[in-house]
């Protein structure tokens, strides 16, 4: 009898470390696809793809994409100041709206209608931020380990990396997400998320990792 209690305490302890390992493994073989950009070294991240005016001589106008970069920018800044604003205000003047309403009756359509402004209004920086966060700010490729990365902003106006390989890129009128979303505006998916990846060829300085990463994605030819 008690020569089992050794075996069985063994056949524990080794049943314990089957399950580590196997969490272990399980852990370094799972890739996140979406983390804080300062948590990617820049030779994990690899060099920009996109002609910027940082990666052009000192002197050089901005490029279209900066144009368009800085525009994202000013609507996430747009949207989080618009936010804070709201989340003070819009419970205060709905408190004066309701308690005018209910001294005089015939305010009542006027409280309805102006709160449900007031709502829509709350709403508007998350349309912005769910229509921002589509957009690229940045495009890197590691040619060692054939990895994207897009730069995006978070509601808070942190940098994130979306990091993929060229299979996960699905064609936006091929993918089945795009009949899900709201706002059916994108160019690609990658993993089931919308992107709106610029399809100019012009755009990018690395024309080997352009082709790579549209190649499931057909280019209209009025793309340039």
Known sequence: MASRFPLLFCGRSSFRSSVILRFASSTTNT???????????????????????????????KTPHDVVAFAVKCAKILSVSSSAAGVVMVPVLSSYLWEAA??????????????????????TPLLLHFLAK???IDVHYNSHTQTFSTIHYSFFLRKY?????KEEVVDAAKAPEMQKVWI?????????????ISLD????KDPAAFDSLTTNVEIPANAD
């Not at 948590?39 to 106008?61: A, R």
């Not at 059916?184 to 709106?196: C, D, E, I, K, S």
Request: no cysteine; net charge positive.
């Open 184 to 196: 059916p505006l994108a160019t690609a998916f990658v993993h089931g998320t919308p992107l709106l």
């Open 134 to 136: 589509r957009f690229p």
């Open 161 to 165: 990396a979306r990091r993929f390989k």
């Open 102 to 123: 209910a001294e005089r009756p015939s305010m009542m359509a006027f409280a309805i209608v102006a709160n449900s402004f007031l709502v829509l209004l709350s709403f």
């Open 201 to 204: 060829r012009n755009a990018y």
């Open 31 to 61: 890739t996140v696809k979406y983390l804080p950009l300062s948590s990617v070294s820049k030779e994990d991240l690899g060099p920009s793809i996109l002609w910027q005016q940082s990666n052009l001589p000192p002197g050089s106008p």
